[in-house]
Antibody, heavy 118, light 107 residues
Framework: EVQLLESGGGLVQPGGSLRLSCAAS????????MSWVRQAPGKGLQWVSA????????FYADSVKGRFTISRDNSKNTLYLRMNSLRAEDTALYYC???????????WGQGTLVTVSS | EIVMTQSPATLSVSPGERATLSCRAS??????LAWYQQKPGQAPRLLIY???TRATGIPARFSGSGSGTEFTLTVSSLQSEDFAVYYC?????????FGGGTKVEIK
């Protein structure tokens, strides 16, 4: 059974940093691309970032490019999202998602909440 | 960026009736289109990928159609557990983009 468990969210001041983690199990982690998708309170879904299975390729939404860094440790079956220079508009529930055979998301975690506020 | 537009924003349907949801892309996405269902307090769940292929475990009452810029998700006979918000997503080009969602509510 595929499981994705996010952690690392919390309250942070504008301009601050956080690192999110996503622990994966139930599939061969290193062979699948992975992604982060966020959802602001009461709003829709927004794709944030993705990484290839090997870690050799990364992709970012323009709104986070230069501030967020996606990474993975395939020996630990864990995906990360380092978030710097956080803004109020980054406040959201951040989901970790497994990429299917193409870039749709076939499994999702339950999310970790990031709140950026002074 | 490819803009995905869903309509209507809210759809009021009685249990047992058919629901038809639309998703339009600002440029062609071929068949690289997925649909998700999200219930309150839950993560999204993949329903359809490739515009028309049901994901594992998805009931046959859910069907997807379309290609290019016009797509439809149909729920043939709404069950109580189907009242939720539905999102489409294109994966034909970067950045990946979602529609704004259609809320299916009980009439």
């Amino acid at each position: 059974e595929v499981q994705l468990l996010e952690s690392g969210g919390g309250l942070v001041q504008p301009g601050g940093s956080l690192r999110l983690s996503c622990a994966a199990s139930g599939f061969t982690f290193s062979t699948y691309d992975m992604s982060w998708v966020r959802q602001a309170p009461g709003k829709g879904l927004q794709w944030v970032s993705a990484m290839t299975g090997s870690g050799g390729g990364t992709f970012y939404a323009d709104s986070v490019k230069g501030r967020f860094t996606i990474s993975r440790d395939n020996s630990k079956n864990t995906l990360y999202l380092r978030m710097n220079s956080l803004r109020a508009e980054d406040t959201a529930l951040y989901y970790c998602a497994k990429v299917g055979r193409s870039y749709y998301f076939d499994f999702w975690g339950q999310g970790t909440l990031v709140t950026v506020s002074s | 960026e490819i803009v995905m537009t869903q309509s209507p924003a809210t759809l009021s349907v009685s249990p047992g009736e058919r629901a038809t949801l639309s998703c339009r892309a600002s440029q062609s996405v071929s068949s690289n289109l997925a649909w998700y269902q999200q219930k309150p307090g839950q993560a999204p769940r993949l329903l359809i990928y490739g515009a028309s292929t049901r994901a594992t475990g998805i009931p046959a009452r859910f069907s997807g159609s379309g290609s290019g810029t016009e797509f439809t998700l149909t729920v043939s006979s709404l069950q109580s557990e189907d009242f939720a918000v539905y999102y489409c997503q294109q994966y034909n080009d970067w950045p990946l983009t979602f529609g704004g969602g259609t809320k299916v509510e009980i009439k």
